[in-house]
């Protein structure tokens, strides 16, 4: 029996589909059986983002509507074999399922899949409510801005007021040089505020961009410091202990010489 | 920022614009304040009612017309009360009386 | 529709005169012409043949009903996703829309599989 897990965010822009995609794909890497879900009907991306457009024949509004098989409308990944993806539909009317429609389907899929990563669309209306009524365990996706912190700080408490308790953050596109510099939020002052479980950070690495341009989530290169964020992640969301990665690049000469000087 | 400033600065005669993490995590801390005060209905009521019930225990006082409300300002939120007191009990009094 | 009205009479032909953007979808007992681009996202599903007059990037299922000799049509080939009666087909992985000199193309069934060729008017 799997673990129904939603990543949201209130926002829109911080990165949900991109953390739902590496997510879903760090944990295939990790050897689990992944199916990903997308849940913005009328605004589907995370086919684009996984590469897999173009194999898309029925949607999530079909397999809810039994116009075909749960089964036919999984599309199996190109790179790993135990990672699916269940698409949105992207030409139909985006209150075409329901509520009692989605848990049924989160039901069915976790008596297959040991991780059903779901995809929030943005806002907190009929989209929102569907992507987590079959959910057990929510991820909040944030940057360090003050209206993206702001939105979580809402969706947390929604997501408590539907009974999915202690969601964890993810603090994504963080700089560290502005944080150094105090342009930034830091991690701590975003833990303060929202007093909530972080679950990793992700650093503003160009490589997502990179990436995703190519359809390839960036957790599969490890040489990216975004993609060894999302590893990390992943493995925390599978019990691991995985320490925060330091957000500094490197430790180079100068920034050695300069904690010379500074200590 | 020029030369002339930077070393004005440098020997700490101007205190420094405050860094733009700092106000933003401020600004953060007011809007959460005003977003989360907007409690709904029923919190109020019990607010209101666990209220009276501590109140009750030292004065009596006048329910109709007790108002309880949150008040936002530019910069703050405060909560109101506006409790008028019919009498202060007797025991208390005593009780005061005692504790000196 | 019969097949023989849609080969040899053209059946009904609705006429989609506007680029057709994601999320937008024509269904159509019939041929279906887009004067414009159908584009990524976007789902063009006739009985009868598909003819675009524009880049076509988006799906489309000529023949939706069954019929095999349906064909599609595009000035610029790069669909997403074809499909013909119970045909589907998809652009190889890795290889870039695009590449060489545009030329229109034509979709259709050709001993059970779906091939792509240079357009030609027929004889």
């Given at each position: 029996m799997g673990t129904v897990i939603v990543v949201t965010s209130g926002k829109g822009g911080v990165g949900k589909t991109t953390t739902t995609a590496n997510i879903g794909t760090g944990l295939a890497i990790l050897g689990k059986q992944v199916v990903m879900v997308d849940t913005d009907i009328g605004l589907r991306n995370l086919d684009v983002v996984l590469g897999l457009e173009n194999r898309i024949v029925y949607d999530i509004v079909d397999a809810v509507k039994g116009n075909c098989r749960l089964r036919q409308a999984l599309i199996k990944d190109k790179r790993f074999e135990n990672m699916f993806l269940l698409p949105a539909a992207q030409t139909k009317d985006k209150t075409a399922v329901s509520e009692q429609e989605m848990k049924d389907l989160c039901a069915n899929l976790k008596e297959e899949f040991e991780y059903v990563v779901i995809d929030c669309p943005a806002g907190i209306e009929h989209g929102f409510r569907n992507a987590i009524a079959g959910a057990e365990k929510a991820i909040v996706v944030t940057t360090p801005e003050v209206s993206a912190v702001r939105d979580a700080d809402r969706i947390i408490g929604l997501l408590e007021a539907a009974e999915l308790k202690e969601p964890k953050l993810i603090i994504n596109r963080i700089r560290g040089k502005m944080v150094k510099s105090g342009d930034m939020m830091s991690v701590a002052d975003i833990l303060e505020i929202l007093a909530v479980d972080l679950l990793g950070i992700v650093p503003d690495d160009d490589a997502i961009v990179i990436s995703t341009n190519r359809g390839e989530?960036?957790?599969?290169?490890?040489?990216s410091r975004a993609g060894r964020a999302y590893r990390n992640i992943s493995r925390r969301i599978c019990g691991e202990a995985v320490p925060l990665m330091a957000?500094?690049?490197?430790?180079g000469f100068w920034s050695r010489l300069k904690s010379l000087f500074t200590r | 920022m020029n030369l002339w400033e930077r070393i004005v600065r440098f020997f700490g005669k101007e205190a420094a614009p405050e860094k733009t993490g700092v106000i933003a995590k401020e600004r953060l801390r007011l809007v959460l304040v005003h977003d989360r005060a907007d409690l709904s209905e029923v919190v109020m009521n019990s607010l209101r009612e666990d209220l009276i019930a501590v109140i009750s225990k030292y004065m009596e006082i006048d329910l109709s017309a007790l108002e309880v409300t949150l008040s936002k300002e530019d910069g703050s939120v405060a909560l109101t009360a506006n409790i008028p007191i019919l009498s202060v009990k007797r025991d208390v009094a005593l009780k005061q009386k005692e504790a000196l | 529709m019969k097949e023989r009205e849609l080969t040899e009479s053209g059946g009904h032909t609705m006429l989609v005169q506007r680029t057709m953007r994601s999320g937008q979808n024509v269904n159509f007992d019939g041929n279906v012409v887009v004067l414009g681009d159908v584009n990524p996202g976007a789902e063009v599903i006739a009985s009868g043949h598909v003819l675009v007059m524009g880049a076509l990037r988006g799906v489309v299922h000529a023949g939706a009903g069954g019929f095999d000799g349906a064909t599609i049509t595009a000035l610029e080939l790069s669909p997403t996703q074809l499909r013909i009666a119970s045909h589907i087909t998809r652009p190889p992985d890795g290889e870039e829309a695009g590449e060489g000199l545009l030329a229109p193309e034509t979709a259709r069934i050709k001993d059970g599989s779906v091939i792509i060729e240079k357009y030609q008017a027929p004889r």
């Open positions: 989530p960036t957790v599969i290169d490890d040489k957000l500094e690049e490197g430790n | - | -």
